[in-house]
């Protein structure tokens, strides 16, 4: 395992400049709830095979029994793979009895006997409890660095950090790789953003990016600011139909492909009827087109569209609902990075 360790979501690799470092620690962070031991088993079943597995230690945050109960939930988690490719390991009583020379210890014996392409520590944050001091912490922080960069293996520490403590904690100056996982109250509803502060040696997209937690694993919505196409943005010459015959006499045969009409008018006037129009005709001559509805529910519109001899359910027309009570408000003074499906800026519930 050379390059890149991938995480089975393209989306995410692409964020991180093509995955982490495959021979790198990298440190996963967030508070409770923000999907870190997902990710981190999403990487070991990706990443695992019988001559290179992925060990998995648990401290003494959450009993390593929890964690495998809670990640066979999930669709990649193979019990075949369990004592072949992928081995876990609780550290728990060595760190209550030995400390943490004990489990540095434990951790290159694992090291030496496994020989793992993938070392996953959660949590790595609750060991500071058994550290007499910083000085002490720091020495084992040390050693522990040295026996995990000596060998071609990738280290994920997973803890319940906050983004404040990343100039503090000292764990961070040696990290390759900094991914943190936040849940956002942003107005009534609540956000998933993930962002990458720090990746040596690799370019990465910067800011946050939406992601969702599923049974698949993680899923990440990159921010669209930092998607460039190195496609050229290539616009035909022929106009578009609006569905209405005589509103295209008015307008020169249709609207222009790739500009935007804005349709205004009071409440009753006819506005989603002349956008059911446009949809309807495009699905009909074999064009795919969406409708996002964030007033009139999909059985509203359904209703709407069979007065007309219309479907919804066309299989090339796709419907998305979203009430405008579920919208957030975002402020003025929110970050560009914070730009984020489905929510828009400066928009208030």
Same mark, same amino acid.
């Given at each position: 395992?050379?390059? +890149?360790?991938?995480?089975?979501?393209?989306?995410?690799?692409?964020?991180?400049?093509?995955?982490?470092?495959?021979?790198?620690?990298? !440190?996963?962070?967030?508070?409770?709830?923000?999907?870190?031991?997902?990710?981190?088993?999403?990487?070991?079943?990706?990443? %695992?095979?019988?001559? +290179?597995?992925?060990?998995?230690?648990? *401290?003494?945050?959450?009993?390593?029994?929890?964690?495998?109960?809670?990640?066979? *939930?999930?669709?990649?988690?193979?019990?075949?793979?369990?004592?072949?490719?992928?081995? $876990?390991?609780?550290?728990?009583?060595?760190?209550?009895?030995?400390?943490?020379?004990?489990?540095?210890? =434990?951790?290159?014996? !694992?090291?030496?006997?496994?020989?793992?392409?993938?070392?996953?520590?959660?949590?790595?944050?609750?060991?500071?409890?058994?550290?007499?001091?910083?000085?002490?912490?720091?020495?084992?922080?040390?050693?522990? *660095?040295?026996?995990l960069t000596a060998v071609p293996a990738?280290?994920?520490?997973?803890?319940? $950090?906050?983004?404040?403590?990343?100039?503090?904690?000292?764990?961070? %100056?040696? %990290?390759?790789?900094?991914?943190?996982?936040?849940?956002?109250?942003?107005?009534?509803?609540?956000?998933? !953003?993930?962002?990458?502060?720090?990746?040596?040696?690799?370019?990465?997209?910067?800011?946050?990016?939406?992601?969702?937690?599923? @049974?698949?694993?993680? =899923?990440?919505?990159?921010?669209?600011?930092?998607?460039?196409?190195?496609?050229? $943005?290539?616009?035909?010459?022929?106009?578009?139909?609006?569905?209405?015959?005589?509103?295209?006499?008015?307008?020169?045969?249709? $609207?222009?492909?790739?500009?935007?009409?804005?349709?205004?008018?009071? @409440?009753?006037?006819?506005?989603?009827?002349?956008?059911?129009?446009?949809?309807?005709?495009?699905?009909?001559?074999?064009?795919?087109?969406?409708?996002?509805?964030?007033?009139?529910?999909?059985? =509203?519109?359904?209703?709407?569209?069979?007065?007309f001899g219309w479907s919804v359910d066309?299989?090339?027309?796709?419907?998305?609902?979203?009430?405008?009570?579920?919208?957030?408000?975002?402020?003025?003074?929110?970050?560009? @990075?914070?730009?984020?499906?489905?929510?828009?800026?400066?928009?208030?519930?």
């Open positions: 395992m050379t390059g +890149r360790l991938r995480s089975g979501d393209g989306r995410l690799d692409e964020v991180l400049g093509g995955g982490l470092p495959a021979n790198g620690i990298t !440190l996963i962070t967030g508070l409770p709830g923000a999907g870190k031991t997902i990710v981190a088993q999403q990487y070991v079943f990706r990443n %695992a095979s019988p001559d +290179r597995p992925a060990v998995y230690v648990s *401290t003494v945050s959450e009993p390593l029994e929890k964690i495998v109960r809670f990640g066979q *939930t999930l669709d990649f988690f193979d019990r075949a793979e369990i004592g072949r490719s992928v081995f $876990y390991e609780d550290l728990g009583l060595t760190v209550n009895r030995d400390g943490l020379a004990g489990v540095a210890d =434990q951790i290159g014996t !694992l090291l030496r006997e496994r020989r793992p392409g993938v070392v996953v520590i959660d949590s790595f944050k609750a060991l500071q409890a058994f550290a007499g001091g910083r000085g002490e912490f720091r020495k084992f922080l040390h050693d522990l *660095t040295g026996r990738a280290s994920l520490w997973v803890g319940e $950090y906050g983004e404040s403590e990343i100039a503090a904690m000292p764990e961070f %100056a040696v %990290a390759d790789a900094i991914v943190n996982l936040a849940v956002v109250q942003m107005g009534n509803r609540e956000i998933r !953003l993930l962002n990458v502060s720090k990746l040596r040696g690799s370019g990465f997209q910067s800011g946050r990016h939406a992601y969702r937690l599923a @049974s698949q694993g993680i =899923q990440v919505f990159p921010r669209l600011a930092d998607l460039p196409s190195p496609a050229e $943005y290539a616009l035909g010459d022929m106009r578009v139909s609006s569905g209405i015959a005589a509103l295209d006499e008015m307008v020169g045969d249709g $609207y222009w492909p790739g500009a935007s009409t804005l349709v205004v008018g009071p @409440s009753g006037s006819g506005k989603t009827i002349m956008g059911l129009h446009f949809i309807v005709g495009g699905a009909r001559l074999g064009e795919p087109g969406v409708i996002a509805t964030l007033q009139e529910n999909p059985s =509203q519109l359904s209703r709407m569209a069979r007065a066309e299989p090339s027309v796709e419907l998305m609902y979203s009430p405008v009570t579920d919208l957030c408000a975002v402020s003025l003074s929110a970050p560009e @990075s914070w730009i984020a499906p489905p929510v828009a800026r400066d928009q208030t519930c």
